[in-house]
């Protein structure tokens, strides 16, 4: 009996140093810092920032508490918010910020944990937004300054941020844009005015093809009435180099000349199938050839 209780105390004891044992070591991962608080005073501080000591670390069961932190660069997402500018444009801001723990003790007094620290490091953020943003006009903070204004916030947030014991490591704007309404009255705007600028072109080509077609209408007259003039002046040429050869040769024989102008008048009246003439052969001078080969008219006495 008496053998059966010491075993069970040695294992009871065994157990208790077990579970002593077990409750009073922990380990920091390299990418973790930690305060160790005795009855919640800061005992220690295990691998901050510019130290490498992770491993395996001791502590009091029951009367001490380890606090880890991570040593990582943490995020923060901040929601899309309307700032005013200097020239009195609204604009819709989306930024993030990304920082870490430098001093997990003054972090660990100041916030005490990343939800906290997010929300005091927004407002930090919000407000120094506000405060840069609205001494800058619209197209430096969308152009021309955007990055010496990120560098100028991220400055001032810094600052602020230091006595929550963490460091800003960067800060940026991802989205600068009108509102949904601005956009869409800056877009009405432009398409009123590339409107305008179609009808202007429009306007000023056809006025140019207009001037156009009037000038090529001029010319077109004006070459059709010195054609027209270089015709005429040609045909009365041709005509009066006819004429006078038609004289020549009435000159030289006159009754010659008058049989082939008869031969050709002949030639011209008879050419339809179906011509019909009437006349009197023998008392029309038309036909005189018919009776007379010397062209005679009727009756008239023989040379």
């Given amino acids: 009996m008496n053998s059966s209780t010491l075993r069970t105390g040695l294992v009871l004891a065994a157990g208790v140093v077990i579970v002593g044992l077990y409750a009073s070591v922990f380990t920091v991962g390299q990418m973790q810092q930690a305060l160790v608080l005795q009855l919640g005073r800061v005992r220690a501080v295990l691998n901050p920032p510019g130290e490498t000591k992770p491993g395996l670390y001791f502590k009091v069961p029951f009367t001490d508490t380890v606090v880890v932190f991570d040593k990582r660069v943490l995020d923060l997402d901040l929601p899309v918010q309307t700032l005013l500018t200097a020239d009195r444009q609204n604009l819709e801001v989306d930024a993030f910020v990304r920082y870490r723990i430098v001093d997990p003790l003054k972090f660990y007094q100041s916030v005490g944990n990343i939800p906290l620290a997010n929300q005091r490091l927004s407002s930090f953020t919000n407000s120094s937004l506000r405060n840069v943003l609205a001494r ?151 036909f005189r050839y018919f009776g007379d080969p010397q062209g005679r008219a009727a009756g008239a006495p023989k040379p």
């Fill in 136 to 286: 800058s006009s619209r197209d430096a903070i969308v152009r021309t300054d955007r990055v010496d204004l990120m560098n100028e916030i991220q400055e001032d947030v810094n600052k602020q941020a230091k006595q929550l014991g963490v460091e800003i490591v960067d800060l940026r704007m991802t989205r600068v844009d009108l509102p949904a309404k601005n956009s869409q009255a800056v877009y009405d705007r432009m398409t009123s005015e590339r409107k305008r600028e179609a009808a202007d072109i429009r306007a000023n080509g056809d006025q140019a093809a207009a001037t156009i077609k009037a000038k090529a209408d001029k010319e077109v007259t004006v070459l059709l009435a010195d054609a027209t003039s270089s015709s005429e002046k040609l045909r009365g040429q041709g005509e009066a180099e006819r004429n006078r050869i038609l004289a020549e040769a009435f000159g030289k024989d006159a009754d010659f000349f008058a049989f082939y102008r008869s031969m050709q008048a002949y030639e011209q009246s008879m050419k339809g199938q179906d011509t019909r003439l009437v006349i009197n052969p023998s008392s029309s001078s038309f």
